[in-house]
């Protein structure tokens, strides 16, 4: 079953993690197990998580499910794509890219692309300045 979102969807916070100190430390594994036992994310819901945020950065620990397609409108700023878990194939304007688990990509163009999940995936996308202050 084919299932097309917008990200704003998936967003979803389980509390603040808004730091500015020098070192951070985050159990990405923990978060991973909070969504697989979320009700929301077993009713084949998309689910997104902040993991960390500051001024300058943000990191969402996103899962989806096969089939599913996010879309992202053009955002400023550089973005980074990180497979934890599954496959995936990232499109924007004529390029596509297909990432697997380990596979970390970095879009440096400020233009709109989508996400599909070829098979239930987790990843992380970490967000820069200008892309955390376009938006919030």
Do not use: C
């Not at 917008?6 to 730091?19: C, F, H, N, W, Y």
């Not at 100190?21 to 994310?41: A, G, N, Q, R």
């Not at 300058?56 to 794509?81: A, P």
């Amino acid at each position: 079953m084919e299932q097309m979102i917008t990200e704003a969807t998936i967003q979803q916070t389980l509390g603040d993690r808004v730091s500015d100190t020098p070192l951070h430390k985050i159990d990405i594994t923990s978060f991973l197990e909070k969504i697989k036992k979320d009700k929301s994310w077993k009713e084949n819901d998309p689910k997104g998580v902040t993991v960390f945020k500051s001024d300058n950065m943000r990191i969402i620990l996103y899962g989806i499910r096969k089939g599913t397609e996010v879309i992202k409108q053009k955002k400023d700023g550089k973005i980074t794509i990180q497979v934890l878990e599954g496959r995936m194939q990232f499109n924007s304007g004529d390029q596509s890219v297909k990432l697997r688990k380990g596979q970390m990509l970095i879009v440096n163009e400020s233009a709109a692309y989508s996400i599909v999940a070829k098979r239930k995936t987790f990843f992380l996308k970490t967000f820069t300045k200008a892309a955390v202050e376009s938006i919030t």
